[in-house]
């Protein structure tokens, strides 16, 4: 079974727990990075977690594939991080400066509010060959010497908070600063403007659903509006 599939399992795992006595969770939400090479592939990715779905559910008893399939239709959605969840951290500019030294503030950002259409315009970034990086030729690679790296907000991220004395040349590690800066998210900021970030929206829209809230901006795009529920609630 693949990745995707993997997802789906530890989701149902959530909403029809498998041991005696446990509580089962009103909602399982799965988020994943849509990662740079898949960009502009978004529906290639649902078919694929659709597809998953499906042979989750066939290598299932007949008796309980029915029960199965309707819990994944009601209490499971998947949602993307565009291109990944660092994006988000650059629409709360405000929250990304408490991380961020102040030598190397501020960002330079060439892609309007929505950074799910990630971009640099930083000059030093695009030309930093790492040669500061003691490390760069051991078992750490640098982190932002990739292809594509001014549309790679993690790359970019983790320049930002570049320091020679860690062994990947950077303090950016996504268990703690990564953890930090969504805890703290400002919603209200990374959803301001009503035309950017339509993926995140399709994610908080979801929730504002199921909990009966309506808390963020309203307006703007809805990513996957036109994907008509088949296997998933939001699928």
Request: glycine residues 8%; negative net charge.
């Amino acid at each position: 079974m693949g990745h995707a599939g993997h997802l789906v399992q530890a989701a149902l795992g959530a909403v029809i727990p498998s041991r005696p006595g446990e509580e089962p969770f009103d909602l399982a939400v799965i988020v994943e990075d849509l990662e740079i090479a898949n960009v502009d592939n978004e529906i290639v990715v649902r078919d694929h977690v659709r597809e998953s779905a499906r042979r989750v559910l066939a290598a299932l008893p007949q008796k309980l594939s029915g029960r199965v399939a309707a819990t994944l239709r009601t209490k499971v959605s998947f949602h993307l991080a565009v291109p990944m969840i660092e994006s988000w951290f650059f629409g709360d500019l405000d929250g990304l400066k408490t991380e961020v030294p102040p030598a190397h503030w501020p960002p330079s950002l060439g892609s309007g509010p929505d950074h799910e259409r990630f971009r640099t315009a930083d000059p030093a970034y695009a030309v930093d060959d790492g040669l500061q990086c003691p490390n760069r030729a051991g078992r750490w690679k640098v982190p932002w010497l990739i292809e594509r790296r001014e549309e790679h907000p993690k790359a970019y991220l983790a320049w930002l908070l570049r320091d020679a004395t860690h062994a990947k040349c950077t303090s950016y590690m996504e268990a703690h600063e990564g953890v930090r800066l969504l805890s703290g998210l400002s919603w209200t900021a990374v959803l301001g403007h009503p035309e950017a970030y339509p993926f995140a929206r399709a994610l908080v829209r979801d929730l504002e659903t199921t909990l009966g809230l309506s808390t963020a901006p309203g307006g703007g795009a809805i990513a996957g509006a036109d994907f008509t529920p088949t296997m998933l609630r939001n699928l």
